[in-house]
């Protein structure tokens, strides 16, 4: 059996089909034939299983630091199919309504600018929000009608995908009072059946709900057929694995190989030196006086071992999470 049980990161490119519970799963089977035991396991933000990409999952210490994730900023390509819109607005669902209009692709380049920035979305009906103690998705299966309030979210990019380049195709395309008219007969423009778009979004966005309101803004329906998390946080497709790679490591392949340590969910904030007699104190919960830095959140360090996140204000800094990590001085 391996030494210590081990602390970080598998970052898993998850296929379609596959739950992110399920995925847990099968990081903890693959932990537990590799003759580590029981290992607290968890991830970084769902992904349905319509869905493919970055699946951040945390292992040991690095489960602390999970809300943390989910509230990093996510980046998605996916895939918008006009004329048709579904109740669950993706492929799973039955069609609800439709449209025989197409926009020009540069009505959609025009559009995603009204897009960009804080917005209100309401989101899916088929969603796992809560409604009076039951999933908003439980309800809409049994057949209730699904009220969800409109939430402040924030698009921090959109942009169409591949090599098409926004500016240069809306700007050959005349608006109208600021919006594109995507029906106008004297523009012989390209159409689109369906286009494909890279949004950076903040917590609480639904792509799902993105892609129906980009529909109807162009005087059409739409719904998600293709959707991919390309980055969660500083985690990106580079450092992701597949799920054959994963299972190797049941079959013996060293964990190492594909294992991120926990500082490295850390990457956005900066780190806090300490000594053996401040790393000792830091454990013990006190506070650490007289810290000449700018105020705002650290991660504490004693060598290259995390030790604590911690909020520096005034000159004291005190501990939000403790990390006990081995190496650590006592």
């Given at each position: 059996?391996?030494?210590?049980?081990?602390?970080?990161?598998?970052?898993?490119?998850?296929?379609?089909?596959?739950?992110?519970?399920?995925?847990?799963?099968?990081?903890?089977?693959n932990?537990?034939?590799?003759?580590?035991?029981?290992?607290?396991?968890?991830?970084?933000?769902?992904?349905?299983?319509?869905?493919?990409?970055?699946?951040?999952?945390?292992?040991?210490?690095?489960?602390?630091?999970?809300?943390?994730?989910?509230?990093?900023?996510?980046?998605?390509?996916?895939?918008?199919?006009?004329?048709?819109?579904?109740?669950?607005?993706?492929?799973?669902?039955?069609?609800?309504?439709?449209?025989?209009?197409?926009?020009?692709?540069?009505?959609?380049?025009?559009?995603?600018?009204?897009?960009?920035?804080?917005?209100?979305?309401?989101?899916p009906?088929?969603?796992?929000?809560?409604?009076?103690?039951?999933?908003?998705?439980?309800?809409?299966?049994?057949?209730?009608?699904?009220?969800?309030?409109?939430?402040?979210?924030?698009?921090?990019s959109?942009?169409?995908?591949?090599?098409?380049?926004?500016?240069?195709?809306?700007?050959?395309?005349?608006?109208?009072?600021?919006?594109?008219?995507?029906?106008?007969?004297?523009?012989?423009?390209?159409?689109?059946?369906a286009?494909?778009l890279?949004?950076?979004?903040?917590?609480?966005?639904?792509?799902?709900?993105?892609?129906?309101?980009?529909?109807?803004?162009?005087?059409?329906?739409?719904?998600?057929?293709?959707?991919?998390?390309?980055?969660?946080?500083p985690?990106d497709?580079?450092?992701?694995?597949?799920?054959?790679?994963?299972?190797?490591?049941?079959?013996?392949?060293?964990?190492?190989?594909?294992?991120?340590?926990?500082e490295?969910?850390?990457?956005?904030?900066?780190?806090?030196?300490?000594?053996?007699?401040?790393?000792?104190?830091?454990?013990?919960?006190r506070?650490?006086?007289?810290?000449?830095?700018?105020?705002?959140?650290?991660?504490?360090?004693l060598?290259?071992?995390?030790?604590?996140?911690?909020?520096?204000l005034?000159?004291?800094?005190?501990?939000?999470?403790?990390?006990?990590?081995?190496?650590?001085a006592?």
């Open positions: 059996m391996p030494a210590h049980s081990p602390n970080g990161w598998i970052i898993l490119d998850k296929p379609v089909g596959l739950g992110s519970t399920q995925a847990v799963g099968a990081v903890k089977r932990l537990r034939e590799a003759g580590f035991g029981k290992v607290k396991v968890g991830h970084g933000g769902t992904l349905d299983p319509l869905a493919s990409g970055v699946l951040p999952i945390a292992l040991g210490e690095a489960t602390k630091l999970c809300g943390r994730m989910l509230d990093a900023s996510k980046e998605y390509a996916f895939t918008v199919q006009f004329g048709e819109e579904t109740d669950t607005l993706d492929l799973e669902g039955k069609v609800v309504a439709t449209s025989p209009h197409r926009p020009p692709f540069a009505a959609v380049a025009a559009v995603l600018e009204a897009f960009t920035g804080e917005i209100d979305q309401v989101p009906a088929y969603s796992a929000l809560m409604v009076d103690g039951q999933r908003a998705y439980d309800r809409a299966r049994a057949g209730e009608d699904v009220d969800l309030k409109s939430r402040r979210v924030t698009i921090h959109l942009r169409l995908a591949g090599e098409r380049s926004d500016e240069s195709i809306a700007s050959s395309f005349a608006t109208t009072g600021g919006r594109p008219d995507p029906y106008d007969p004297h523009a012989p423009l390209e159409l689109a059946d286009v494909t890279v949004a950076e979004v903040s917590k609480g966005t639904y792509i799902r709900s993105l892609a129906r309101d980009i529909a109807l803004a162009l005087g059409t329906r739409g719904h998600v057929t293709y959707l991919r998390r390309t980055r969660a946080g985690f497709l580079a450092r992701a694995i597949s799920l054959d790679k994963l299972n190797e490591i049941g079959k013996g392949a060293p964990l190492e190989q594909v294992l991120l340590p926990l490295a969910a850390l990457d956005d904030i900066p780190a806090l030196p300490l000594d053996p007699e401040q790393a000792r104190a830091v454990r013990q919960g506070v650490l006086a007289g810290v000449a830095l700018e105020d705002g959140l650290y991660w504490a360090r060598g290259t071992v995390p030790v604590a996140l911690m909020q520096l005034g000159g004291e800094a005190r501990v939000v999470r403790g990390f006990n990590l081995p190496d650590v006592e």
